[in-house]
């Protein structure tokens, strides 16, 4: 019945009878005059008139019977729930009210029973349109699900639900808001972020308030997120032209991959593991992991000598694997996992001041921090856990130092390679991968071929969920699926990988969260390389992007604002979702470290900038001349250097 009732066919029919019916009941109020009883001074208008009135009581007796079945049916196909919309309620009462009165005309054709009906038709003709229009929008929902139907798309029961559920609703504006979320889901925008959306617009506005500056917030996250500011915004910064030809040093960073030296093949991870490393390293297994100072660790890798000599990312990565057991739950070569994990490490460029090896490791480190969450480790397996570590070391493999906006505006060959579509990280992945096919480094052989191409699929889909551009509309996605039924045991694959996809990316921009000493040491090297690319894209003629400009005066309101917009903009409302799903522990270990970072920089920012001297710096002679790990004053309140043994905040 309920599929009869849904066809496209019947719901013609129901707008046919329904013209028809109003066409009468039009002719009806417009021709027929109320003869007065007892006034018989006309007779021959009188005669007429009755005839009239026969005439259409005839048609009420065609009709009406029809729509009382039609509404039978349709409570026989939705049940009471479709009583619930008052439309339908007062069309069925009017409905059986007229069948009533009709039925009953011989009988009362000289009481004011007459004038009733005149009334009740009066009401049924304001129905009538109503339904009309209910009618030609179902027809047309039922076109566009037959559409869907054909193309055999899952939306469509969706869609069927929506119409259904639209149908139902008596407010007009509830009706248009329906419409608009499946027009939405039609044309699959739904995670697609176009804009800033109201709380953001308001924190940037407030960051340039406060600060006074331009609005150097909204111009950097439009070029790193790929989100649109207002039109004005846009045109008063001015374009970057495109057409500037690259200087060729970032096509040389193949070469260096090519060339990386090869490396002995005997464990000696293992030796250093049962060394001065191991102590360290069982800090990460530790309750206070988040607070792992992975500058300190740094620190010990350069300080020993043999082949462990500044592999801390190696040594880590190759650590945890160890710990969780994949190593030995897929039967892996170890001489040729520890080889490929060296030449990744290899293939960081070591002159970069942030996107360098130890930021791998820092990541990696963060990543087996989410794995050992019980909301997280209930839902992953070993080949989970392999592919995340590894997604995790290679996340930022080959980086050059320089976003991809500036790849796409310098046209550099990644952007042409890539056609300007997450080029960094499909360069990531590319390198990574290519270097199974090296001597010595392919240790997924072990790896059945289903095993492989699932390990693949799940790095492929977290390395390229790192891109900023997609951090809104990924944000988006997940605090819908946590609103909705959110992550269940029974989730598919495509779930979990999304799922390990936020956790990457939530390990990748977490530096606010650490301890302060931390915290600020990441934000120097961050800093350091922002303006970097401000200095070659000076030398290329481009505009300086904003917050990499290190001769803008004053230069400790470009650092604050960048970093208080980027931890309130980009990080918080992110890590707020994230450790809301994995518990307790970690917001307390993550959001506790963020609110005072952040108090530190809105409330001492400026002492906090003064304190490191690289930042100050106003050309490369100067901050080539300047150690890049130079000891800061000592006297600021929340300073230590990160490499030191003294107590974390």
Request: contains cysteine; negative net charge.
């Given at each position: 019945?309920r599929?009869?009732?849904?066809?496209?066919?019947?719901?013609v029919?129901?707008?046919i009878l329904?013209?028809?019916?109003?066409?009468?009941?039009?002719?009806?109020l417009a021709?027929?005059?109320?003869?007065?009883q007892?006034?018989?001074?006309?007779?021959?208008?009188?005669m007429?008139?009755?005839?009239?009135?026969?005439?259409f009581?005839i048609?009420?007796?065609?009709?009406l019977?029809?729509?009382?079945?039609e509404?039978?049916?349709?409570?026989?196909?939705?049940?009471?729930?479709?009583l619930?919309?008052?439309?339908n309620?007062?069309?069925?009462?009017?409905?059986?009210?007229?069948?009533?009165?009709?039925?009953l005309?011989?009988?009362?054709?000289g009481?004011?029973?007459?004038?009733?009906?005149?009334?009740?038709?009066l009401?049924?003709f304001a129905?009538?349109?109503?339904?009309?229009?209910?009618?030609?929008?179902?027809?047309?929902?039922r076109?566009?699900r037959?559409m869907?139907?054909?193309l055999?798309?899952?939306?469509e029961?969706?869609l069927?639900?929506?119409?259904?559920?639209?149908?139902?609703?008596?407010?007009?504006?509830?009706?248009?808001?329906?419409?608009?979320?499946m027009?939405?889901?039609?044309?699959?925008?739904?995670?697609s972020?176009?804009?800033?959306?109201?709380?953001?617009?308001r924190?940037?506005?407030?960051?340039?308030?406060?600060l006074?500056?331009?609005?150097?917030m909204g111009?950097?996250?439009?070029?790193?997120?790929g989100?649109n500011?207002?039109?004005?915004?846009?045109?008063?910064?001015?374009?970057?032209a495109?057409?500037?030809?690259?200087?060729?040093?970032?096509?040389q960073?193949?070469d260096?991959?090519n060339s990386?030296s090869?490396i002995?093949?005997?464990?000696?991870?293992?030796?250093?593991l049962?060394s001065c490393?191991?102590q360290?390293?069982?800090?990460?297994l530790s309750?206070?992991?988040?607070?792992?100072?992975?500058?300190?660790?740094?620190?010990?890798?350069?300080?020993?000598?043999?082949?462990?000599?500044?592999?801390?990312?190696?040594?880590?990565?190759?650590?945890?694997?160890?710990?969780?057991?994949?190593?030995?739950?897929?039967a892996?070569?170890?001489?040729k996992?520890?080889?490929?994990?060296?030449?990744?490490?290899?293939?960081?460029?070591?002159?970069?001041?942030?996107?360098?090896?130890?930021?791998?490791?820092?990541?990696?480190a963060?990543?087996?921090?989410?794995?050992?969450q019980?909301?997280?480790?209930?839902?992953?397996?070993a080949l989970?856990?392999l592919?995340?570590?590894?997604?995790?070391?290679i996340?930022?493999?080959?980086h050059?130092?320089?976003?991809?906006?500036?790849?796409?505006v310098t046209?550099?060959?990644?952007a042409?390679t890539?056609?300007?579509v997450?080029?960094?990280e499909?360069?990531?992945?590319?390198?990574?991968?290519?270097?199974?096919s090296?001597?010595?480094?392919?240790w997924?052989?072990?790896?059945?071929?289903?095993?492989?191409?699932d390990?693949?699929?799940?790095v492929?889909?977290?390395?390229?969920?790192?891109?900023?551009?997609a951090h809104?509309d990924?944000?988006t996605?997940?605090?819908?699926?946590?609103?909705?039924?959110?992550f269940?045991?029974?989730?598919?694959?495509k779930?979990?990988r999304?799922?390990?996809?936020?956790?990457?990316h939530a390990?990748?921009?977490?530096?606010p969260?650490?301890?302060s000493?931390?915290?600020?040491?990441?934000?120097r090297?961050?800093?350091?390389?922002?303006?970097?690319?401000g200095d070659?894209?000076?030398?290329?003629?481009?505009?300086?992007s904003?917050?990499?400009?290190?001769?803008?005066?004053?230069?400790?309101?470009?650092?604050i604002?960048c970093?208080?917009?980027?931890?309130?903009?980009?990080v918080?409302p992110?890590?707020?979702?994230w450790?809301?799903?994995?518990?307790?522990?970690?917001?307390?270990?993550?959001?506790?470290?963020?609110?005072?970072?952040?108090?530190?920089?809105e409330?001492?920012?400026?002492?906090?900038?003064?304190?490191?001297?690289p930042?100050?710096?106003?050309?490369?002679?100067?901050?080539?001349?300047?150690?890049?790990?130079?000891?800061?004053?000592?006297?600021?309140?929340h300073?230590?250097?990160?490499?030191?043994?003294?107590?974390?905040?």
């Open positions: 019945m599929s009869v009732m849904d066809s496209l066919q019947f719901e029919l129901v707008i329904v013209l028809v019916y109003a066409l009468i009941i039009f002719i009806d021709v027929v005059t109320d003869s007065v007892g006034d018989d001074s006309n007779s021959t208008a009188v007429s008139d009755n005839s009239l009135r026969d005439a009581r048609l009420d007796l065609i009709f019977p029809v729509f009382v079945a509404l039978f049916f349709r409570l026989l196909g939705e049940g009471v729930a479709f619930r919309t008052t439309i309620a007062v069309d069925a009462v009017v409905v059986v009210l007229s069948l009533v009165v009709v039925a005309q011989d009988s009362c054709r009481c004011r029973v007459l004038q009733l009906l005149r009334i009740i038709r009401f049924r129905v009538i349109i109503g339904k009309l229009q209910r009618s030609r929008d179902a027809a047309t929902m076109r566009k037959a869907y139907r054909r055999g798309a899952p939306v029961k969706v069927e639900f929506f119409t259904d559920f639209q149908q139902r609703l008596d407010n007009k504006k509830d009706q248009e808001n329906v419409r608009w979320m027009e939405v889901i039609a044309a699959d925008d739904l995670y972020v176009g804009g800033f959306d109201e709380d953001t617009l924190i940037l506005q407030g960051l340039n308030a406060q006074g500056t331009t609005n150097d111009r950097w996250l439009s070029s790193e997120t989100l500011q207002r039109e004005e915004d846009s045109k008063a910064d001015g374009g970057v495109a057409d500037v030809a690259d200087d060729g040093s970032l096509h960073r193949r260096r991959i990386l090869s002995s093949q005997d464990l000696w991870v293992r030796d250093a049962k490393f191991s360290r390293l069982q800090n990460l309750p206070n992991a988040w607070s792992f100072d992975m500058f300190a660790f740094d620190k010990l890798c350069h300080s020993v000598a043999g082949p462990a000599h500044g592999k801390s990312a190696t040594v880590l990565c190759y650590f945890l694997l160890e710990e969780h057991g994949v190593i030995e739950n897929f892996l070569d170890r001489a996992l520890l080889a490929w994990l060296s030449r990744v490490e290899e293939g960081y460029i070591a002159s970069n001041p942030y996107h360098n090896a130890l930021h791998a490791a820092d990541v990696t963060n990543m087996d921090y989410f794995l050992r019980p909301n997280l480790q209930r839902h992953v397996n989970d856990i592919a995340s570590l590894l997604a995790a070391m996340h930022d493999l080959g050059p130092g320089v976003n991809n906006t500036f790849l796409e046209r550099d060959a990644l042409i890539y056609n300007d997450s080029m960094l499909n360069h990531h992945l590319a390198v990574a991968f290519a270097l199974f090296s001597a010595g480094c392919d997924t052989a072990a790896l059945t071929e289903e095993q492989y191409r390990f693949r699929e799940t492929v889909v977290m390395v390229l969920g790192t891109d900023m551009r809104f990924h944000l996605r997940f605090k819908s699926k946590i609103a909705g039924e959110g269940t045991q029974h989730m598919d694959r779930e979990l999304f799922l390990l996809l936020i956790a990457l390990a990748d921009v977490c530096n969260t650490k301890p000493p931390i915290a600020l040491e990441w934000c090297r961050s800093t350091e390389e922002f303006f970097n690319q070659r894209e000076g030398e290329l003629g481009l505009n300086v904003p917050f990499m400009d290190r001769k803008k005066n004053p230069l400790p309101s470009t650092i604002n970093q208080i917009g980027f931890i309130n903009v980009l918080k992110l890590l707020q979702e450790t809301l799903f994995l518990g307790e522990t970690a917001e307390r270990d993550v959001m506790v470290p963020l609110a005072l970072n952040t108090q530190l920089w409330t001492q920012g400026v002492a906090t900038v003064d304190i490191f001297p930042f100050l710096a106003t050309s490369r002679e100067v901050r080539q001349s300047s150690s890049l790990l130079q000891e800061p004053r000592s006297s600021h309140p300073w230590q250097h990160p490499s030191s043994d003294a107590q974390r905040l």
